[in-house]
Structures are given as C-alpha cells and as structure tokens.
C-alpha cells in the first residue's frame, strides 16, 4: 500500500517570528496550534495525535492541555534536530494512513534567539551519552553547527565549480524573497554582494550571511484523512510520499568517515523512498523549500532529489533556478537564512501555502508539486506535497 | 510581571529620557593638574611626554603639557564619598533606582564611546553636562532581559570651549540568579586557567584516550578479520566481532577537508584554529589541528605528519604539521 | 630622550602594532581605580566583589579605557593628537589574569589625517576583555 493521497494537511500557522517572543515556548506551541486548527476549521478536541522534535522543550500533554485539547490516542518525536522536521509529516501519515490517529498536530516552538542559542554550540556542560561522540570533536575546537557543516563545505568546493558564488546566489534570492514577505525577520532588508563578502567570517569557507537566523516562534500544521479533509475550509495539501532516512556510516553532523563527504546519501534515499511513493519524477517538481541552515547543504539537497546530476548544483543555481521565475522556485518564504529559523517547520508551513498557491511570494507559473525537506549532516527526510 | 504592569513600568521609564543627571553643569573638584597626571601615568604606565615632562612639552608643537585624554571622565568623579557614603543621588541613580524597584537589579556597562574635540591643560576647568539619552527597548541577552540606557555627557572648560563627550551605555537586567559565592574566606582563589574540552572517557572510547595521554594515536583492529575502525565501536561492523586490538598509527597523513574556525572563539583554545580531516596512511580519518602554517596556505590534499603532543595544561591530543615537499 | 611621532603617510591600513601583555595585579587594579578617581568598593575590597560573583576586585572603565589609549598613543607619539576612544567592555579583569592587547589600523581619513586603530584586549582566562578602537591625527 502506498501513503500517496492518503492524507493531507488541512490547517498551518506560525506565530509572529522575533528575537524575543516575550513568552513562553509552550504558549508560542499553542498559539501556533491554536491558529493551525482555526486555519482548518477544526475544533481542539478534533485532535488525537501530535508529532514533534525530541529537541523541543513542551510536552505533548502541556501542550493538549494548554490547548483544551482531550484524549490523546498517538503521540511519536522524531531525533536528530532540524533532521526531525519532516519527520513529524512521516509520523503522522503513518498513524494517519493505519488508522491509528486521525487528526495529527505536528507542531514546533522555540526561543531560539532569546533562550538557548545553538551557535553557541556543544562546549556547555553535557550531560548525555552524545558526549562520547562529540568528545572526538571537541578537543580540537570543532563544535558549532557552522564547523561541522563547513567541513564538508570545504570537500565540496573543493570538487565543484562556481560553488562561492551559488552560495551568494542562494543567500541572496533568499533574502529579496524576505524583504518582500512581512511576517520575515529580514523583510524591507535586502543586501548587497559587498555585504555579503564583507560579513564575518564565521568558519572558513562560512561568513554570516550563509548561515540561517536564530530566533523565537512556533509553527504548526495539521494533518488528518484525505477524506475529511475534503470537507474542510482550505484546499487539501496532499501527501504524495515522505521519505526518512540514516544512510550507512552515519554519525550526527560528522559524518566523516564515508568515502566522499560531499554529499549527503541519507537525503538520496529520503528522496527515492518519497519518489517511489508518489510516483513523481523531479521533473513534476514545481517549486520547493529546501531546509537552508546555511548555504551550501541546499545545493546538495538540489542534487539529492535529482534536480541535477552530482556536483552539478551550482550551475542550475547560477541559471536562476531558485528565483520566482526559474526552474524551481525556492524558500519563497526567505527561508531560515532570512524569513525565521524555526526547524524547519515554518518551511511546512511555506510549502503548504505554494501548494494552496497562498505564498506571499507565490510564483507566477502553475504549482502543482512542491518539496519541503528537513535539515541534513544528520539523519533526515522530505516529502512531497501537491493537489489532492 | 503582567503585561498591564510592563506596560505601566515602561511608560514612565521612557519619561527618563532627555532628563539630566545634574541640575546644572557640574564643575570639577579640582582643576587640571600634574599631580593627579603624574598619579594616573605612573598607574597606567603611560611614558607619553605630552602628559609629564614639561620641558618635552615646551618644545612640542603644543608649547605645553596636556592631560591625557582618557581622563576626560576622571576629573569630575565624585571621589571617597563614593566609598564612605554611597553614590551621591543624581538622574541617573533615580534610573537606576527605579530600575532596581522593578527587579533589573543586574547593571553591565557595555560601551564607551569618547569624542575629543580640543585637549585639556593644566589649569583647565572641566565642567560636565549630562543627560540621559537614550533607554532601549526590552532586550534579551545572555545575561538576561533587560534594558539598555545610554548617558550623554559633554565636557567643556571654563570658556565654554568643548574638549569632549562620552556616551555610555549600561544594561540594567533581571540577573537570572543569585550570583554564585565566590572564595567565602575573602582570600582570592589561584585562577583556573581554562583548557580544551575533554571527551568523557566512556567503556568504548577510554582506552584511546588513555594511549593519547600517553603520546601515542592507537587505531582498532577487528582480532577477527582485522578490519581497522576509527572513532571506536564495541563490534566489528564487518563480522559482529566483539574481539578486538589496535595498533599505533604513524600518523602519516593527507589533509582531505578542513575549517578554520572564527566566530565565537573559545576559551582554551589558540587561534587561529584549523581543524582538518586527516586521512590517515593505515587507511581510517582522524579529526585533529593542522597547526605550524598559515591558514591561507592550507590545501585539500596536502601531507601532513602528526605527533601526539601536550596542547594546554590538562590535554594531549595529535597535532598535525605540514610535511616539508 | 628623543620621541617620534608617525607621519600620516607612513601609516597603511592593515599596519599592526607589536603586541603587549600587560599582567593584571590587584595592584594594578586598585590604584588604577583610585588613579582615576573611581572610588567604588568593587574596584578595592575583595568582599564586595565576592559578593558581586567574581573571584577579587576587577578592573575598572577607566582603567581599561587608559591602556587601549596609551596602547595606541605608544605606537603613534607624543605628538599624535587623539580624536575618538570607543570601548566595548566583555569579560572582567581580574587578579593573576595576563591581558593581551592587539591592534591593527583599519581605515584612514585623509582630510584630517586621522588614522582609526583597532585594539582588541583578550586576558588569558575568561578571553575578551575589551575590544574597540582610537582614532588619532597624526602629523
């Protein structure tokens, strides 16, 4: 049996995106749901499900019953970070599709400016059995987001062409997006190649300016039958197939030890489970959110879901195919680079809206399909998302 | 506190802009002079002749002693009362006051920023015009939530000439906790001089950092079909065996990617700091430093030959130098 | 003693001055503060810093503001005449630390002569200190 058009999401929201929220993470988590539900035309006690990041901070039953949410009958985290993001679509199709829930909140909140920064990386006191493996990393001084992903930035510069300026490319369509999109943090901000050039240098080959916000917010969306959701007050946002994956010699962002680092295999096989799902080809592809912790881990997501052959990424970049007009719309949102770090999730929410054809920077062309994937370096996922 | 409370406790914070700190300018307790300059140079350690040699100063192109710039706002501190009695009340310490009432009883100074217009003689005196200039939205930093307040103070000599300005800012927070109590006895504690951050040494990685200590890099052997892994697993990923031996690597190596590490900067650790995947001659990677040669110059492919070597007072780790061609 | 003052001309941006650790005693910290008629208890009783969370007494404002200036003037002359002195303040100064001042001149301004230094102060245990910049007319 294949999930495709099993289920769809029906209802999306995110808060406001800020440096401080003000509140707390369990309220912007029911803010987010509350909203979603509304978008929907359900009612609280419609829901019996929840998906979320092992890393996020509210409880599922806080959060129900923050919410007036009642009986619970499915509830399921998914680890490793930002990797998680689609996971909670993963999860909640599947308890969809068996049967086992109906109405699922896949939901994300965080303080993540104003609370616990995560570009303050692994140095403080740890306390779980990770440290085992962060210990090969720390004594010399690797132990940020940004060094674990320039490490395999360096490898793949090292085998491509043009890779420095598809990651201005990418910063930068992403940011002209934002400064079109009132809910983005950077909206009204554009920048210039001199700033971009010009900006701290984070971890070489890394500078500011590719690496994603940080920042406070929640999103939510919610996914039940395709059968309900017909009936509901938006247009369904089918599922087509969503793939999660670890690939072989796997560790949490430092996987070092395959033979090549320049790409991401975890993601190939996310990409060929959700293909092989759906029945879609990335010729049916129309536009996408591709998760944009920093610059380049997009270009090798490009190559993963076979928008282009290996190594190839920054010259379908450097065409133009990540602008309104191109190939393949992308992060119309701003993505985390410019509209909100928020797991990932806010990039649901975009996709969703690309579909429903809602995006505040919705392309001109016809989207039928649409990509929205999770954060890589770690295990990771995507799904594909069209008309039902 | 309540959104109805914030609201109310900001509006009449903000009505403490533009308000000054003295009711009319202040004057200096004591006019510029040498023996106050002579205090500060000999502190400071500033040998600058334009300060304290007179006869230096005669011929310079000034024809006279100056006082030191950074002393702008030295001259009109309060002085022992300070200590003795507390701060003496002014526009500020209402700010402030009013502050503490609200629980951001934390205060930071974070910035201060000097102009200078014409320099000070001796004989000058210095009179201080201050306001409160600015208070800043609600922030949050890592110190906590709070407030950031900006004073302006002009600095003018008894002719009303402008020898300078300082805006200082201050962050006045909700401390998130009572300070920790340090060296209870009053008796200042050795510094701790901080070091590299340690891995735990856990039943499956001990042993490595164990040999590490003792200058030596060791790689696993599977004892069954001596397959080599590194970093460290309980079972032959090959044959599930759980035997296993090492052995010592020569820590010949080629560097296959790199970093160099910037923003933020650890303490313990030396920059600038290059962190490399070293593919090792035996045929595992190891992460290490590439260190002895400029971070410009570092290239993917390039040989480098480590050695096991005491890194800071606590740690020993693989360094890794190029290889001279 | 004879005493050289920089000609704007020599002077290039990316020009880094020699380095200078300067050890921090309490002696320092102290009459630094009083040297600067700063008067607070922090800066001359242990207790009342303990009671703050440091370990001792910790350096004053004026007292750093001092030596990133002196820091720079050393470098320039006595016939250097200082136009701008900004300070950003990180960790604290304290007893038994060594602090490391840097500098690197970072933009010229030709119609006044004025060069612009950048000076960072990073002490050996808690890091940054002070970090921010002089800017002084040179002949």
């Known amino acids: 049996m294949s999930i495709c058009d099993k289920t769809a999401i029906v209802g999306i929201a995110n808060t406001e995106f800020s440096k401080n929220s003000g509140r707390s993470e369990l309220q912007l988590a029911a803010e987010a749901t509350r909203d979603a539900l509304a978008d929907a035309g359900l009612k609280p006690s419609d829901v019996d499900g929840m998906t979320t990041f092992t890393m996020d901070n509210t409880d599922e039953i806080e959060l129900a019953r923050a919410v007036g949410i009642g009986d619970l009958r499915f509830y399921s985290r998914v680890p490793h970070g930002g990797g998680a993001a689609t996971g909670l679509i993963h999860q909640a199709v599947m308890a969809v599709a068996s049967g086992m829930a109906e109405c699922i909140v896949c939901y994300r909140s965080l303080n993540g400016r104003s609370g616990h920064r995560y570009s303050s990386g692994v140095s403080g006191p740890l306390l779980t059995a990770d440290a085992i493996h962060w210990g090969w990393y720390t004594p010399y001084g690797l132990m940020t987001p940004a060094s674990w992903v320039a490490m395999y930035s360096q490898r793949y510069m090292h085998l491509t062409e043009q890779c420095q300026e598809a990651m201005f490319e990418i910063a930068h369509v992403q940011r002209e997006y934002a400064a079109k999109n009132p809910a983005a943090l950077f909206y009204e901000q554009p920048f210039t190649l001199d700033d971009y050039e010009n900006a701290k240098r984070i971890v070489s080959p890394l500078k500011l300016l590719d690496c994603c916000l940080e920042s406070d917010g929640g999103s939510a969306v919610i996914i039940t039958t395709a059968e309900r959701a017909k009936d509901l007050k938006h247009k369904p946002v089918a599922i087509k197939g969503v793939g999660q994956a670890a690939a072989a010699n796997m560790e949490s962002m430092t996987s070092f030890y395959r033979p090549e680092i320049a790409a991401i295999p975890s993601m190939d096989i996310a990409a060929r489970e959700a293909y092989q799902q759906s029945g879609l080809t990335p010729d049916d592809i129309d536009a996408a959110v591709i998760y944009d912790a920093f610059t380049p881990i997009v270009l090798w997501q490009l190559e993963s879901w076979g928008f282009c052959e290996s190594y190839k990424a920054p010259q379908f970049v450097l065409d133009g195919a990540l602008r309104s007009d191109g190939r393949l719309p992308t992060n119309t949102h701003g993505g985390q680079l410019s509209e909100a770090y928020i797991h990932g999730v806010n990039g649901i929410v975009e996709a969703a809206k690309l579909v429903r054809g809602s995006s505040v920077n919705q392309p001109a062309k016809h989207i039928e399909n649409v990509l929205v994937t999770s954060g890589v370096g770690v295990p990771t996922g995507g799904a594909l998302l069209g008309s039902l | 506190m309540t959104p109805e409370e914030r609201q109310a406790f900001e509006e009449e914070l903000y009505t403490f802009v533009g308000r000054p700190l003295h009711p009319e300018p202040k004057r200096s307790y004591d006019a510029v002079n040498e023996a106050m300059i002579r205090h500060w140079a000999e502190v400071m350690g500033d040998k600058n002749p334009a300060y304290t040699n007179a006869e230096w100063a005669a011929s310079s192109r000034r024809g006279e002693l100056i006082a030191p710039p950074a002393m702008m706002y030295a001259w009109n501190q309060e002085g022992y009362a300070v200590a003795a009695e507390g701060r003496p009340s002014d526009g500020l310490s209402d700010l402030v006051a009013y502050f503490d009432q609200h629980g951001f009883t934390g205060s930071l100074g974070t910035n201060v920023d000097q102009e200078f217009f014409a320099e000070a003689k001796i004989g000058d005196a210095l009179f201080e015009d201050a306001i409160i200039e600015e208070i800043s939205e609600q922030k949050v930093t890592a110190r906590g939530r709070g407030y950031f307040l900006q004073t302006l103070a002009k600095f003018t000599n008894q002719s009303g000439e402008l020898i300078g300005t300082q805006r200082f800012r201050v962050f006045k927070f909700i401390p998130p906790e009572a300070p920790p109590k340090a060296a209870a006895s009053g008796a200042s504690e050795e510094l701790e001089v901080p070091t590299r951050i340690h891995a735990p040494r856990g039943q499956d990685n001990g042993w490595w950092w164990d040999a590490c200590d003792e200058g030596k890099v060791l790689i696993q052997r599977c004892k069954n079909c001596q397959t080599l892994r590194h970093p460290p697993r309980p079972m032959c990923g090959e044959c599930q065996s759980t035997d296993w031996d090492s052995v010592q690597s020569t820590l010949d190596g080629e560097i296959f990617s790199f970093v160099e590490m910037h923003y933020p900067k650890f303490p313990g650790y030396k920059y600038p700091l290059i962190v490399a995947v070293i593919s090792l001659a035996e045929g595992t990677r190891i992460i290490s430093n590439v260190v002895g040669i400029d971070s410009q110059d570092v290239k993917i492919g390039m040989k480098v030959k480590g050695k096991v070597e005491q890194v800071d007072e606590k740690t020993m780790l693989p360094q890794f130098y190029p290889v001279e061609a | ?139």
């Open chain 3, 1 to 139: 003693m004879d005493y050289q003052t920089l000609k704007y001309a020599d002077v290039s941006v990316g020009d880094k001055l020699a380095a200078l650790d300067i050890d921090i005693s309490s002696s320092l910290i102290s009459c630094g503060a009083l040297a600067t008629r700063d008067f607070e208890p922090c800066h001359h009783v242990p207790k009342v810093a303990q009671d703050m969370g440091l370990p001792d007494v910790f350096m004053n404002i004026l007292t750093s503001q001092a030596l990133m200036a002196r820091f720079v003037t050393d470098w320039s002359g006595p016939e250097a005449v200082m136009k701008a002195l900004k300070v950003k303040l990180g960790a604290p100064n304290v007893p038994g630390m060594v602090m490391t001042v840097t500098g690197e001149v970072s933009e010229k301004d030709d119609d006044n002569r004025v060069v612009t230094v950048n000076v960072t102060g990073e002490n050996n245990i808690w890091g940054m200190h002070m970090e921010g910049s002089v800017s002084v007319q040179l002949l």
